[in-house]
């Protein structure tokens, strides 16, 4: 069973994030990385430009880690 993860996604046509020293543009649809401040995403949130989903991971849980190791 794969773990979910809570990402932050664009809800608005076209946004301007704050990357430290820079700006970059993100369409609607994309994740924004994690390294976008924790202000900035608050920011973009009560905008209503970003909104935070579930989403499946692809990294295994440690039961499924723990699960799949050949017996000895």
Do not use: H, W
């Not at 301007?16 to 973009?44: C, H, I, M, W």
């Amino acid at each position: 069973m794969a773990a979910k993860k809570t990402m932050n996604r664009v809800a608005a046509t076209l946004i301007v994030v704050k990357l430290g020293n820079t700006e970059q543009y993100y369409k609607k649809g994309s994740f924004l990385p994690a390294a976008v401040d924790a202000k900035e995403v608050t920011r973009l949130k009560k905008l209503g430009l970003v909104d935070s989903v579930q989403v499946e991971s692809s990294e295994p849980t440690k039961d499924e880690d723990q699960g799949n190791a050949p017996a000895s």
